[in-house]
């Protein structure tokens, strides 16, 4: 199901900002800045599914593949030469020079919208959770409750003929509710209960951290009912953003139609309901609002959220949802509220009832039978991201296994897939690199001392958590079978909110994990303080036991870099050590980072990655922070890693040079024109591209590893040069 309630996240390494992971792709992580980790996850698209950020001015699509190529099989050398384009000059453009020989060989599978690194680690992945559900859906043998359920839960969605025959009918029951909403009253109660389910309506709710009371539980009701990735989608007035509009009403209709409605009543339905969707995205803030965490902070007693909607009977709303009143609450947005107070009472109850019926197919149509999973496919994959084709179902139904049962399906998936010694280096490396943060802090020409000591008090109570959770998730409460599929879904995201909502009250458990262990990707979560690294990730060409210092640090060492810069960018600065939103910063030292942030800002401001249009520099700062200050510390953690050995050239490249090559050959992708530009309206990374070609050119070690003189593209001049952590 889409739109599960997840962690909180911020909008961080990339999701609905939350947190603050390194690559934009599942459903986010816990969370970071913004409060409500969903905020943004209401329109699915953005974060979830599909990898990385990447991007590929340079890629030509000619011939598309329908399988990885056949190098993506064989064991790859740490730093593949072959990757690179040497007519392309590292003083031109370094992500060129290190990747366009693979980018030039390379199509994109017409089953992905943008393809590099990380998705081909994905696909390693997939091919090990697809073992995996396959060998405990054929069990026969009691191997104990996580791998039944994994089995049943995988073949449920494997059974194809019967997901095709059952069409829509598991979802009578819902369906039914919804046709017997009467009056306003009714109206409340079903909002209620699709929350419930973690079906989008009208506004989001579920628990969070008290971000000034970093160890307790509280409400946090967040702005949300979208059914487009971004609220944008529905205020701009570009003849793209029209055509866009018309195409999501298109979709809609369908979807209706689907669902036995006749084709015009549908079509005029679908129109009342991007009426109402555009009075919630008006009344919406911007994501580059969501990322002020002051400003998402606003914790007040039920009774205050009262009076902000009062039409809407929150005790009603909490009696639906089986809570307690939860006393004092955050609301993120409080003229979210105001608004939605207005539509919830002027919108009329068979608009509602529409909005409804499409919520809740849009939330499972993933889950249901094929006319279901190929209009969802060719209006959120092939329209807003110009993917060409779906995956095949095994592909499609580990993903639904990960996302409602993950922790399940990863128990079982580090048993046999993640070395146990791969957890020691990695926390060597870790500390390598903490340590060459510090080095770093000390002797910051901008900070002063009394600041300069917060910052390393933080710093030392990062938590590090590697590889897959302590302690891991107790599912014994949740019912799977063989089916009906879209039922496991449901159940599975009902357990979930039940899950989240019960925290209410109670102390926070910092022990819990916003990635599965799979996931290709990492993050740093301000609330906890805390840099995770999923065992995903933790192989080439990112973590690579066999290869040189140089291409891990460039490699691994970059993202643990960046996942701990991120403790010190323009959002995670303003959490202390435990996680409190507090600021900890002398006056002086603030407007010192605030005037380096905003030369970041500058700078990526001014990249172009389509014509027209231009990164969000305000949007992405804190990755492009996170990116810069990153490979700045590994590259020093390398150097501290080196001291005292003898320095080999391998392929020709001294280890500085390779560390380099090896931090460009993360970020190689090709990527579709829709996705790219998806990703810049919505994602707070900027495009492969410029993660690269950006914080080098900030780097005086880069210029120096590659001798390249002042007057290079790849050399941003001295006085414009960014220089933060
Ligand atoms: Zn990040």
């Not at 060989?105 to 995996?132: C, M």
């Not at 008006?282 to 914790?299: C, H, I, W």
């Not at 970059?558 to 991120?566: D, K, L, N, Q, W």
């Not at 969000?616 to 700062?621: A, F, W, Y």
Request: aromatic residues 10%; neutral net charge.
């Amino acid at each position: 199901m889409r739109n599960r309630t997840c962690l909180t996240l911020l909008g961080v390494l990339t999701a609905a900002t939350a947190l603050a992971q390194t690559e934009p792709q599942k459903s986010p992580p816990l969370a970071t800045v913004t409060p409500p980790p969903n905020v943004q996850t209401a329109g699915k698209i953005p974060a979830e599914k599909s990898p990385p950020p990447l991007t590929s001015p340079v890629a030509q699509t000619q011939g598309e593949i329908t399988t990885p190529t056949p190098e993506d099989k064989n064991p790859q050398p740490p730093f593949d030469t072959r990757n690179m384009d040497t007519s392309v000059k590292p003083c031109d453009d370094f992500f060129l020079y290190a990747n366009g020989g693979w980018i030039k060989r390379t199509p994109i599978p017409p089953e992905y919208s943008r393809w590099g690194s990380f998705n081909q680690l994905i696909e390693k992945n997939n091919d090990a959770l697809h073992d995996v559900a396959e060998r405990a859906a054929k069990e026969t043998t009691a191997t104990g409750p996580d791998a039944k359920k994994v089995g049943d839960y995988y073949a449920s969605g494997m059974d194809e003929a019967k997901v095709e025959v059952a069409h829509a009918r598991p979802l009578a029951d819902e369906l039914k509710r919804i046709d017997g909403v009467k009056d306003r009253n009714d109206v409340l109660k079903e909002i209620a209960h699709l929350h419930t389910l973690g079906v989008t309506s009208l506004f989001g709710f579920t628990s969070g951290q008290d971000d000034k009371n970093s160890t307790m539980v509280i409400a946090q009701a967040y702005q949300g009912g979208l059914g487009l990735p971004d609220r944008d989608y529905y205020t701009k007035t570009d003849d793209d953003s029209k055509k866009l509009r018309d195409q999501y009403v298109q979709h809609v209709t369908k979807m209706l139609t689907l669902l036995g409605e006749e084709p015009k009543a549908a079509g005029e339905h679908a129109k009342k309901i991007l009426a109402l969707e555009t009075s919630l995205a008006q009344a919406s803030r911007t994501k580059v609002e969501l990322r002020d965490p002051q400003k998402n902070y606003n914790k007040m007693k039920t009774s205050a959220l009262q009076a902000l909607t009062p039409d809407f009977k929150w005790d009603a709303y909490f009696k639906e949802t089986n809570l307690p009143n939860p006393g004092e609450l955050n609301v993120g947005q409080p003229d979210f509220f105001k608004g939605a107070n207005k539509v919830f009472a002027s919108t009329s109850i068979d608009a509602w009832k529409e909005y409804f019926r499409w919520h809740l197919v849009h939330a499972t149509a993933e889950e249901l039978s094929a006319d279901f999973v190929n209009e969802n496919f060719n209006f959120y994959e092939t329209t807003l991201r110009g993917t060409k084709q779906i995956k095949p179902r095994w592909k499609r139904v580990v993903a639904s296994t990960d996302s409602s049962i993950g922790e399940a399906l990863g128990k079982l998936y580090v048993a046999d897939y993640f070395p146990p010694e791969s957890k020691a280096r990695m926390l060597d490396l870790v500390n390598n690199l903490r340590s060459a943060l510090a080095d770093r802090i000390k002797t910051l020409e901008w900070m002063d001392e009394a600041t300069k000591e917060a910052a390393l008090k933080k710093l030392a109570a990062f938590t590090v958590k590697i590889g897959y959770p302590d302690k891991w998730r107790d599912y014994s409460a949740l019912q799977i079978d063989r089916g009906p599929f879209v039922l496991n879904a449901i159940r599975a995201s009902i357990f979930d909110v039940h899950r989240e909502l019960n925290k209410i009250g109670k102390p926070v458990d910092r022990s819990e994990w916003g990635m599965t262990p799979p996931t290709v990707n990492a993050y740093y979560n301000p609330k906890l303080n805390e840099i995770v690294f999923p065992a995903g990730i933790l192989q080439p060409p990112f973590f690579n036991p066999k290869a040189d210092d140089a291409v891990n640090y460039g490699g691994i060492g970059a993202v643990i870099g960046h996942e701990m810069t991120h403790g010190f960018d323009d959002q995670g600065r303003q959490f202390d050590e435990v996680g409190n939103l507090r600021d900890w910063w002398t006056p002086e030292s603030a407007a010192k980072f605030k005037e380096r942030s905003g030369a970041v800002v500058k700078q990526y401001s001014e990249y172009e990655p389509l014509p027209g249009l231009h990164v969000n520099g305000e949007l992405t700062q804190g990755e492009n922070i996170a990116d810069i200050g990153g490979v700045k510390i590994a590259y020093a953690a390398l150097q501290k890693a080196l001291a005292g050995k003898p320095q080999e050239k391998i392929d020709g490249f001294t280890p500085e040079q390779r560390f380099f090559l090896g931090f460009a050959q993360i970020w190689r992708s090709v990527q579709r024109d829709e996705d790219l530009k998806l990703m810049v309206n919505t994602n707070p990374h900027s495009p492969a591209r410029y993660r690269v070609n950006g914080p080098l050119s900030d780097l005086v070690e880069f210029q120096k590893a590659f001798n390249l003189p002042d007057n290079c593209p790849m050399v941003r001049p001295a006085d414009k040069k960014v220089n933060i952590w």
